[in-house]
């Protein structure tokens, strides 16, 4: 089982990046893909979940409307736009998978992907 998550990197305030988590070795149609990100001395927290159909979609309240999850089933991959970035999204962000968005502690993981937002 593999997650692979890219795409962070270093952006100004209001800038953007599209994260990308590619999948393999399991079942990619039939789980739940969230992101979470963590910073020094924080909680990891959970930022956004897309169902397996891709009809089901959370955001944590900070990235609603600017932030949009979305998945590509054929190719095992799931985005996340992020929009109007700001220097309180610094953070390594995660990919995991689950059966469900809300099914508790997520089954497997990726490692992360750096994003730092600064002018």
């Known amino acids: 089982v593999q997650l692979q998550a890219s795409g962070g990197g270093l952006v100004q305030p209001g800038g953007s990046l599209r994260l990308s988590c590619a999948a393999s070795?399991?079942?990619?149609?039939?789980?739940?893909i969230g992101w979470f990100r963590q910073t020094p001395g924080k909680e990891r927290e959970g930022v956004s979940c897309?169902?397996?159909?891709?009809?089901?979609?959370d955001y944590q309240d900070s990235v609603k409307g600017r932030f949009t999850i979305s998945r590509d089933n054929r190719k095992d991959t799931v985005y996340l736009q992020m929009n109007s970035l700001k220097p309180e999204d610094t953070a390594v962000y995660y990919c995991?998978?689950?059966?469900?968005?809300?099914?508790?502690?997520?089954?497997?993981w990726g490692q992360g992907t750096l994003v730092t937002v600064s002018s």
């Open positions: 070795g399991f079942d990619f149609d039939y789980f739940a």
């Open positions: 995991a998978a689950d059966y469900s968005c809300h099914g508790g502690e997520f089954k497997y």
């Open positions: 897309i169902g397996s159909s891709g009809s089901s979609l």
